[in-house]
């Protein structure tokens, strides 16, 4: 899985991180991570190149996906941020950017155009969690940015606390750069 | 067929009015707000319990059946009855099944008759696998949801299979690779299981990958294992997981030959053909069959791994060889090609030229390969692939091998015909083999005569010796059963033999007075007596071992 780079800007309070054309500055007390997953690919018949590697199947293409926290994030995590949304409290909030191939820009799922930075209250539910847990509330944007696909998802980890949590996913994501591949 | 849809409610309560579309929100505004029919929605003390209790007791590290039991049975359970599960925990398996409140969505198969399949009034969505999944053999499993079209015509409820009790029509999620040409979705109706892959499933999916593993073992009594590829068999039939292949390390894939197939596991590999069948290949001897060049150097495996009779060596048959593991330590080696196939003839590793010893090389002057076994050697050279053995082996050797005197063989050692010895053509030469005499080599003058003279046939029987030097720069000479050869390049060679070889090393042989000979013995029954010449004299054979000199 390919890694992000991560370096502390002067003021010590923001954590620039950057990788796969996507750069974001974190503020004190966020993490995050910026990954590929390893795609398999059909192997050499020659063997030799069969060695432990990717799982999956031939065919899969993996693109980076960031998640973005203001709590630890767990090692083992799922693309939509299954392993952390289970150990989210109340004042935790989870964004998720996953990105999609190229096949789905113009598509009418992605037709919205750049990151979504208006987040409100009202675009959060309770039932637009990839998995439902008590208090939490998610949501999902699909846009277009850079001639690159993306999904925006973000968990609150108490909906009740939208008010004091959205600011902070609205900040990270104002603080979102993605460049064109 | 029975649709599994409830004609939702229209009550205003329940019915979310903000269209948020122009925001990149596509959820179905009509959707229902599941508020006052989801079974978690209200967090009550009971599902917090369920969320903490599973959360803590299963690790990260899970086996599936500890997985099945964090979230199955102890989320069952204590959603269902916590304080009894909790004060009667042998009581766990009866909670079995009564997964509602796990915050999953049901599996198609449980709301749809048993069909694995999205059921009408929704459409694939979107998809994510799991690695390393039982059901699909120790492959990826692939999870497609099943969204509801817009406007959505169901509500969330549980979907009250008897063993898959998750939600339905609850969470308003979509992953998002497929039919993305329509952006309104509604809640998940149900999730497809398979081991297919989704762009396979359904062509309007992408092949952009989305992983979550905890889902690996989720399953319904409706679902079963997709083992059913032969590789996948052998697998499970080998032990899977549990037996000496180990967990799968790369999926069952397809080899650029377009023949076969073959999966990685922690502890070897299954290959497999239509005609060949599926076979492992494991440990030193698939790091030989990979060394050796795999299939395409040497073919699809025929076979297990099997040992041989006398327990020594691990060996795997394969189309156009077989790889030798030997358990003493000498090394994993590869017969190929001709070399195997005169190896079979020769009876294998039981026959003559025993076992290898090394895999085959290239020759020093690059005019042959060849194979060195334990008793023997192969060499393919000028099209021809020719064997050498035992004591005709050791004595080549002796003589510098296919760059000494004898050079390449021109054939296998043959019988000679009389039931005793056996004879090897070289390129420059011969070497006979009697259990009396052991191996012999001959060649130049001296072979010439002693093949004229009617070789190990005639009188003088096999050689005793190898053709050698007189050492005086000259000559050449061999000993044999009933006489001797002694030649010259200006002279050639003549047989001296009986009384004559007595009287003639009295002598001093070619050195001495008489010099070399230059004819045979005159043959019995010659008029005016039997006399051989040599270079400084002629002796006389008067019968009776009496020999006379005459200047």
């Known amino acids: 899985m390919a890694a992000a780079t991560a370096q502390i800007r002067d003021d010590e309070t923001v954590m620039k991180l950057q990788s796969h054309g996507i750069e974001t500055d974190l503020p004190a007390g966020w993490e995050g991570r910026i990954s590929v997953r390893s795609s398999p690919t059909l192997l050499e018949s020659r063997i030799g190149a069969d060695q432990a590697g990717p799982v999956g199947n031939p065919g899969e293409t993996a693109w980076p996906v960031a998640h973005l926290g203001n709590f630890p994030l767990p090692e083992r995590r799922g693309d939509f941020g299954s392993g952390a949304v289970d150990v989210m409290t109340d004042q935790d909030v989870l964004v998720v950017l996953a990105e999609y191939g190229p096949e789905c820009v113009g598509t009418a799922l992605f037709a919205h155009r750049g990151i979504p930075t208006n987040l409100t209250p009202n675009m959060f539910g309770a039932n637009a969690l990839q998995r439902a847990l008590p208090d939490q509330a998610g949501c999902q944007v699909f846009f277009t940015v850079a001639n690159r696909a993306f999904c925006c998802y973000t968990v609150l980890g108490r909906q009740s606390n939208a008010a004091r949590l959205l600011p902070q996913a609205q900040a990270t994501l104002s603080a979102t750069r993605i460049q064109p591949r | ?551």
Request: proline residues 5%; contains cysteine.
């Open chain 2, 1 to 551: 067929m029975t649709l599994p849809f409830r004609p939702r409610s229209r009550s205003g309560s329940n019915t979310a009015t903000v269209d948020l579309v122009d925001v990149g929100v596509h959820r179905d505004p009509s959707s229902p707000n599941p508020s006052s029919t989801d079974p978690i929605a209200d967090g009550s003390f009971a599902q917090r319990l369920v969320h903490r209790v599973s959360t803590r007791l299963g690790g990260s590290n899970t086996s599936r059946r500890s997985f099945l039991t964090r979230t199955a049975v102890i989320g069952s359970a204590l959603a269902v009855g916590p304080i009894d599960f909790i004060m009667k925990p042998n009581s766990a398996y009866g909670y079995l099944c009564g997964t509602c409140t796990d915050g999953w969505t049901a599996f198609c198969c449980t709301i749809n008759n048993g069909a694995n399949a999205c059921p009408p009034g929704s459409f694939v969505a979107g998809w994510w696998k799991a690695d390393n999944a039982a059901y699909c053999c120790g492959s990826a499993r692939y999870i497609i949801d099943c969204n509801a079209t817009c406007p959505t015509q169901c509500s969330c409820r549980c979907a009250g299979g008897s063993c898959d009790g998750r939600r339905t029509c609850c969470a308003q999620f979509r992953y998002g690779q497929c039919h993305t040409e329509i952006a309104c979705y509604g809640p998940v109706v149900c999730r497809v299981a398979t081991c297919t892959v989704p762009w396979k499933y359904d062509p309007s999916c992408t092949t952009t990958s989305r992983t979550d593993n905890r889902t690996v073992d989720h399953g319904a009594p409706c679902l079963s294992k997709e083992c059913g590829t032969p590789i996948s068999q052998k697998y499970d039939a080998l032990g899977g997981a549990r037996g000496f292949l180990g967990r799968v390390t790369a999926t069952e894939r397809e080899i650029r030959d377009g023949r076969g197939r073959f999966a990685s596991y922690q502890g070897g590999n299954i290959y497999w053909t239509a005609t060949t069948g599926a076979y492992e290949v494991h440990g030193g001897l698939l790091t030989e069959y990979r060394r050796a060049g795999g299939v395409e150097a040497v073919g699809y495996p025929i076979a297990d791994t099997r040992t041989s009779g006398n327990g020594r060596w691990r060996y795997t048959n394969l189309e156009r060889g077989r790889l030798y593991y030997d358990r003493r330590g000498t090394g994993t080696f590869t017969i190929v090609g001709p070399f195997f196939t005169k190896h079979e003839q020769l009876q294998g590793i039981y026959g003559f030229l025993g076992y290898p010893v090394a895999n085959v090389r290239r020759s020093g002057d690059n005019r042959s390969d060849y194979q060195n076994f334990s008793t023997g050697r192969i060499y393919s050279v000028d099209g021809r692939v020719v064997e050498i053995h035992g004591g005709v082996y050791a004595l080549h050797e002796a003589y510098g091998g296919v760059h000494g005197t004898y050079g390449y063989p021109l054939g296998d050692l043959d019988l000679v015909g009389d039931g005793i010895g056996k004879v090897q053509q070289f390129e420059g030469g011969r070497i006979w083999y009697s259990p009396r005499t052991n191996a012999r080599g001959l060649y130049g003058k001296v072979l010439d005569r002693y093949l004229a003279n009617g070789g190990p046939g005639g009188h003088l029987g096999y050689p005793r010796s190898s053709a050698r030097p007189v050492g005086d720069g000259i000559g050449t000479w061999a000993t044999f059963e009933r006489g001797h050869i002694y030649g010259t390049n200006a002279l050639g060679a003549f047989q001296v033999h009986g009384s004559m070889v007595t009287y003639y090393l009295s002598r001093g042989g070619p050195t001495g007075a008489l010099g070399y000979p230059t004819s045979d013995l005159d043959p019995p029954g010659t008029v005016g007596g039997r006399f051989q010449t040599f270079q400084n004299g002629t002796l006389q054979y008067h019968g009776y071992g009496t020999v006379t000199e005459t200047p």
